[in-house]
């Protein structure tokens, strides 16, 4: 997300946020959550401010944004692809998905030079039994095959009306 | 297509898992919903959690005299066809699967923790009375707080998270602590891959749990809880924040929990994206607000937890057993397993596998019946090469050990660890040098840094396998990778970098040929790649 002279200064969203959350125990993981919800990310700016209103040092802060996977400290592409790496999906072919995207001239973890789409590795989105996996702005998707994982990429999937997991094979009834 | 005036409010249902959906279960309702709108038929359409049979999701159930009738899987462009052959009556139709209930990979089953997932609507609070709901926490509601944790360890429930200790005793250790402040912690840091039990159950029954942490906190005397879930679970993070909402306006939490002196209330936070947040000292820091580092333990959670008061830390589908054990009494969970594993595990089977998805059984099932006749092989359909039990930390087993009993013990005695429940099949075209390696290098990514062991072990581990691999001093670093592991598993501070010696252990003990680096490679899969 741009932040436009209009807009609020990042300092006053994190106050904000802040204010909002301080009741709570523990509350500096729930307040970066709410500050990448409200800015795409957690921006450099933001830690001094968390130290301030936390009353912490800023390495505290700084350690614990950069401890977790989830925070970035850039805004992501218009869309976030994530695909899952973890032993169930690679049983399942993830690693032609990974490969893939690297044909497309993406790669894992980075942003597209158009800003369209970032792409990242994912440990488990506990959709083992239906893999490979493929997560899309916080929607899962299974049975994903390159193909599938095309039409995510540049945002033209067409929803699953193409009948993903009705193979006549996999509809069998069970065995007595 | 046919209408059916004769017949209003159908119940249809049509799960809202989040793997449902993830293979098209929303459009699939969407679509009958405008059907039955279109053709001006009156339905009923109730989103239920999964019946874990994912091989058939989109499964699409509808309620007749003889039951609930099942057809799966359910595409959108199946519905017209599906209505037009009375969908509507449970008539025939190529999908038909027949009586959900008594379908066999379902019949088989002891279905207690998960009794209610894909049956009922999970936000629906009567619902969840009408199916027996609350009636663990009425019971123990009734008995005094020794009387629960003696409940509980009569039992013999052991904690679900993988090291399978007992929760009584556990809990029975925070009842004896003084003071006034106490926590309850859910983890909900489902992190394994091959593990999806948690969150379908916060999913499918999420009002189980709360239940379940409600009896905890009578049981110990705490008046606040935590439900501490990934990230990489929305859907179920939704879902548990609905459920507590209601849970507070029904009063089930807050003050005064069912018009009883207990107060408790439950707050659900938010992991982001840290295997190791699922250790439970790690998750502690994490919840206080810090980097998701391990605690060494003494002092253990039990006596100084969360803000270093005391705490039950338990897992969900632990939390899960304990409205069951309250209502049926513990001589019935205990009479159900084997040896000191008592009662049911929930299993879950995924990887290359035909028929994946939730098995509640007794423990003392074999690996063979699991894998080969409720998953009916891989879904390549090529020979099983092997499986990985118990997650990314469990060892990678091959089929001459499937007649293994699902025991903690058992497991164990043979180098392995049942963990969590999650099974995890391969096909032979895996590379077992590259899983090994993948082991490593996953430690090395996930690890929380704090002990030597674990953060600089594992980037040894992935150079030393490479090594092998490459044909460089093989049995020098064979000898060295062995070293290694030894290091890793007796130094750590936690199971992350004490078990990531298993899988890699395994791997090496019966796959030993994958790491002569010549071997097929061309057939291997790309998995790692």
Redesign the interface.
């Known amino acids: 997300m741009k932040i436009r002279t209009s807009d609020p200064t990042v300092e006053q969203v994190v106050r904000k946020i802040a204010a909002a959350h301080r009741e709570?125990?523990?509350?500096?993981?729930?307040i970066?959550?709410a500050v990448q919800a409200e800015l795409g990310h957690v921006p450099k700016e933001a830690v001094p401010v968390l130290a301030d209103e936390?009353n912490l040092s800023r390495a505290?802060v700084h350690?614990?944004v950069s401890?977790?996977?989830?925070?970035r400290d850039e805004p992501a592409g218009h869309r976030t692809v994530r695909i899952c790496?973890?032993?169930?999906?690679?049983?399942?072919?993830?690693?032609?998905l990974?490969?893939y995207v690297r044909q497309m001239g993406l790669t894992m973890g980075r942003t597209a030079e158009d800003g369209s789409v970032t792409v990242e590795q994912?440990?488990?989105?506990?959709?083992?039994?239906?893999?490979p996996?493929v997560?899309v702005d916080?929607r899962?998707?299974?049975?994903v095959d390159t193909e599938r994982l095309g039409a995510l990429l540049h945002g033209t999937d067409q929803?699953?009306?193409?009948?993903?997991?009705?193979t006549p094979?996999?509809?069998?009834?069970?065995?007595? | 297509m046919t209408q059916h005036p004769a017949q209003p409010h159908v119940r249809i249902y049509v799960p809202r898992d989040?793997?449902a959906?993830?293979?098209?279960a929303d459009?699939v309702a969407a679509t009958i919903q405008q059907a039955a709108d279109s053709a001006d038929v009156a339905i009923e359409l109730v989103r239920t959690g999964s019946r874990g049979?994912?091989?058939?999701?989109p499964l699409v159930e509808v309620a007749t005299e003889h039951g609930r009738i099942g057809y799966?899987?359910v595409?959108?462009?199946?519905v017209p066809a599906l209505l037009a052959a009375g969908l509507l009556e449970g008539d025939e139709h190529?999908?038909r699967?027949g009586p959900v209930d008594e379908?066999?990979?379902l019949a088989r089953q002891n279905r207690v923790t998960f009794a209610r997932v894909g049956v009922i609507d999970p936000l629906d609070a009567d619902d969840y009375l009408r199916h027996g709901g609350l009636t663990g926490l009425r019971t123990a509601l009734k008995l005094t707080p020794a009387d629960v944790v003696a409940e509980v360890t009569d039992s013999g429930l052991r904690g679900r998270g993988g090291a399978g200790f007992p929760a009584g005793i556990k809990w029975k250790t925070v009842l004896d602590c003084p003071g006034e402040l106490k926590f309850i912690c859910c983890n909900a840091d489902?992190?394994?891959?091959?593990?999806?039990a948690d969150?379908m159950l916060m999913e499918g029954d999420p009002f189980l749990l709360i239940e379940g942490m409600t009896i905890a906190a009578h049981a110990v005397g705490a008046r606040e809880g935590y439900l501490y879930i990934r990230?990489?679970?929305?859907?179920a993070v939704a879902t548990m924040r609905a459920a507590i909402d209601i849970a507070r306006e029904r009063g089930w939490l807050g003050t005064s929990v069912l018009g009883t002196p207990l107060d408790f209330d439950l707050?659900v936070?938010?992991?982001?994206?840290?295997?190791i947040c699922g250790e439970e000292t790690s998750m502690l820091e994490?919840?206080?607000?810090?980097?998701?580092m391990v605690r060494a333990k003494p002092p253990i959670p039990a006596i100084e937890g969360l803000?270093g008061k005391p705490t039950v830390v338990n897992n969900v589908l632990t939390l899960g057993t304990v409205p069951v054990v309250l209502a049926q009494g513990a001589k019935a969970y205990q009479e159900l397993g084997v040896e000191r594993s008592r009662g049911t595990q929930v299993f879950?089977?995924?990887?290359?596998?035909?028929?994946?998805?939730i098995v509640e059984t007794a423990f003392g099932i074999t690996l063979r019946e699991l894998i080969e006749?409720y998953g009916?092989g891989t879904?390549s359909?090529r020979p099983v090469r092997t499986a990985?039990v118990g997650g990314?930390l469990g060892a990678y087993l091959p089929p001459s050990s499937f007649d293994l009993p699902m025991d903690y013990e058992a497991f164990a005695a043979a180098g392995a660890m049942v963990g969590h429940g999650?099974i995890?099949?391969?096909?032979d075209t895996?590379d077992m040098a590259a899983?090994a390696r993948?082991a490593m290098e996953?430690c090395a990514a996930?690890s929380c840094g704090k002990c030597t062991p674990c953060r600089v072990g594992s980037v040894r581990g992935v150079e030393v396998i490479d090594k092998i691999v490459a044909g460089e001093q093989r049995d020098e670093n064979l000898a060295l990778l062995d070293d290694l592991c030894e290091l890793m598993t007796e130094g750590s501070l936690c199971a992350m970098g004490g078990l990531t010696p298993l899988p890699v252990r395994s791997a090496l003990a019966h796959f030993a040929d994958d790491f002569l680096g010549e071997v097929a490679a061309d057939t291997r899969?790309?998995?790692?790649?």
Not at chain 1, 85 to 96: F, L, N, V
Not at chain 1, 140 to 143: D, K, S, T
Not at chain 1, 169 to 176: F, G, I, L, Y
Not at chain 2, 53 to 57: R, S
């Open positions: 709570q125990r523990g509350a500096l993981l729930p970066l959550h936390l505290d350690g614990v401890f977790y996977h989830d925070f790496r973890a032993e169930a999906c690679q049983a399942q072919g993830a690693g032609y990974v490969e994912v440990f488990c989105l506990g959709n083992c039994a239906l893999g996996a997560e916080g899962l998707h299974g049975r929803t699953r009306r193409d009948g993903v997991g009705a094979d996999e509809s069998e009834a069970p065995r007595s | 989040s793997a959906r993830s293979v098209g459009e049979m994912l091989w058939l999701e799966g899987p595409t959108p462009d199946d190529p999908l699967l379908l066999p990979w489902e992190g394994d891959s091959g593990t999806f969150r990230s990489e679970y929305p859907d707050h936070r938010v992991g982001a994206g840290a295997y994490s919840l206080e607000g810090k980097r998701g803000f879950q089977l995924g990887g290359n596998i035909a028929r994946g998805g006749e009916g879904r359909g990985q990314p999650g995890v099949v391969f096909d895996v899983q993948f996953f996930e899969t790309k998995g790692t790649a």
